[in-house]
C-alpha cells in the first residue's frame, strides 16, 4: 500500500487518542467558545498535542495545519491537517458520531488520511492510488444515478437558509429519496461506504475535510468546490458518487 508507514502510524496514533477522549467524557468540567461560538475543551488541544508529537517523532521535517494551534511550518514539502475532536459538540452530549480526523498533504495533494470514530470503532483510512478501507475492509461509493432514488445529507441547512446557497441546497435535498443530518464526518464516509450518495457542505473548514475527501476518492466518488475545483479549501464542498456528481454540481451553476 502506499504510505504504509504513514498509515500505520496514524492508525496507532488514533487508538491511543481515541482511547483518552473516550476516558476524559465523563470528566469534562470546562466548555470554552471561540470567536464563532463552536465550542472546544481540554481534550480538544491534549489530542492535537498528542498527534502532532507523535507524527513528529517519526517525520521530523513535516510540518502541521491544526484546528486547534494552527500552521507551523516544516522543512519537507508535506504538511499534516489535523482535526483531534471533530464534532465536539456530539462528544459533549454523548453522541458518538465524534471523530479523530488526520490527512497528509505533500506539495499541496492530498495523499493519505484517517477517520477514526472511537465511540464507535470505525475506523477509515485511505491513500493515494491505494483505495479506501474501513476497520480492514475495502469500501466504494454507491452507484445510484439518478436523485429520486438518492439518500443524501448536507451542512449548513439552516444556518444559510436565506442565502442563495441555502435554498440550492434544500431544493436539491428535496428530490432525493430521502435526506438527514448525520452530524460532521459521518456523513462524508456513509458516501465513501456507499450508504449514503452524496453529501454538501457549505460551512466545514480545510481540517473538517481533508482525510475524508481523500477517503471518498479513493473508494471511487469525487470531492470538489462549486466550481468543479478539486480542493478542500472553498467555502463550499461536494463530495458525491460519480454517477450523481455532475447534477449535484450543476445545481450551483
Given at each position: 500500500?502506499?504510505?504504509?508507514?504513514?498509515?500505520?502510524?496514524?492508525?496507532?496514533?488514533?487508538?491511543?487518542?481515541?482511547?483518552?477522549?473516550?476516558?476524559?467524557?465523563?470528566?469534562?468540567?470546562?466548555i470554552n467558545l471561540k470567536e464563532d461560538r463552536s465550542p472546544f475543551t481540554e481534550v480538544d488541544v491534549n489530542s492535537?498535542?498528542?498527534?502532532?508529537?507523535?507524527?513528529?517523532?517519526?517525520?521530523?521535517?513535516?510540518?502541521?495545519?491544526?484546528?486547534?494551534?494552527?500552521?507551523?511550518?516544516?522543512?519537507?514539502?508535506?504538511?499534516?491537517?489535523?482535526?483531534?475532536?471533530?464534532?465536539?459538540?456530539?462528544?459533549?452530549?454523548?453522541?458518538?458520531?465524534?471523530?479523530?480526523?488526520?490527512?497528509?498533504?505533500?506539495?499541496?495533494?492530498?495523499?493519505?488520511?484517517?477517520?477514526?470514530?472511537?465511540?464507535?470503532?470505525?475506523?477509515?483510512?485511505?491513500?493515494?492510488?491505494?483505495?479506501?478501507?474501513?476497520?480492514?475492509?475495502?469500501?466504494?461509493?454507491?452507484?445510484?444515478?439518478?436523485?429520486?432514488?438518492?439518500?443524501?445529507?448536507?451542512?449548513?441547512?439552516?444556518?444559510?437558509?436565506?442565502?442563495?446557497?441555502?435554498?440550492?441546497?434544500?431544493?436539491?435535498?428535496?428530490?432525493?429519496?430521502?435526506?438527514?443530518?448525520?452530524?460532521?464526518?459521518?456523513?462524508?464516509?456513509?458516501?465513501?461506504?456507499g450508504k449514503m450518495d452524496f453529501f454538501v457542505s457549505l460551512l466545514?473548514?480545510?481540517?473538517?475535510?481533508?482525510?475524508?475527501?481523500?477517503?471518498?476518492?479513493?473508494?471511487?466518488?469525487?470531492?470538489?468546490?462549486?466550481?468543479?475545483?478539486?480542493?478542500?479549501?472553498?467555502?463550499?464542498?461536494?463530495?458525491?458518487?460519480?454517477?450523481?456528481?455532475?447534477?449535484?454540481?450543476?445545481?450551483?451553476?
Amino acid at each position: 500500500m502506499p504510505y504504509e508507514t504513514e498509515i500505520e502510524l496514524l492508525k496507532e496514533i488514533v487508538l491511543v487518542v481515541g482511547e483518552y477522549q473516550l476516558e476524559m467524557q465523563p470528566k469534562l468540567k470546562k466548555i470554552n467558545l471561540k470567536e464563532d461560538r463552536s465550542p472546544f475543551t481540554e481534550v480538544d488541544v491534549n489530542s492535537e498535542n498528542m498527534i502532532k508529537e507523535k507524527i513528529s517523532e517519526k517525520f521530523t521535517d513535516d510540518g502541521f495545519l491544526g484546528e486547534e494551534s494552527g500552521i507551523t511550518y516544516g522543512k519537507s514539502s508535506r504538511r499534516w491537517i489535523i482535526d483531534p475532536l471533530d464534532g465536539t459538540r456530539p462528544y459533549i452530549h454523548g453522541i458518538p458520531t465524534h471523530s479523530i480526523l488526520i490527512a497528509l498533504e505533500d506539495k499541496g495533494e492530498l495523499v493519505a488520511g484517517i477517520a477514526h470514530f472511537p465511540a464507535l470503532k470505525e475506523t477509515y483510512w485511505a491513500s493515494k492510488n491505494g483505495g479506501a478501507f474501513c476497520n480492514g475492509e475495502k469500501i466504494s461509493v454507491s452507484k445510484t444515478d439518478k436523485i429520486e432514488d438518492c439518500m443524501a445529507s448536507g451542512l449548513g441547512v439552516v444556518e444559510e437558509a436565506n442565502e442563495k446557497n441555502g435554498k440550492l441546497l434544500i431544493e436539491i435535498l428535496n428530490k432525493c429519496d430521502s435526506f438527514y443530518g448525520f452530524m460532521d464526518a459521518y456523513s462524508y464516509t456513509a458516501v465513501a461506504a456507499g450508504k449514503m450518495d452524496f453529501f454538501v457542505s457549505l460551512l466545514d473548514k480545510a481540517w473538517d475535510r481533508a482525510p475524508l475527501a481523500i477517503i471518498v476518492k479513493e473508494a471511487g466518488g469525487i470531492f470538489s468546490d462549486f466550481d468543479g475545483k478539486e480542493t478542500i479549501y472553498s467555502k463550499e464542498f461536494i463530495v458525491s458518487n460519480k454517477n450523481m456528481f455532475k447534477e449535484v454540481l450543476e445545481n450551483w451553476a
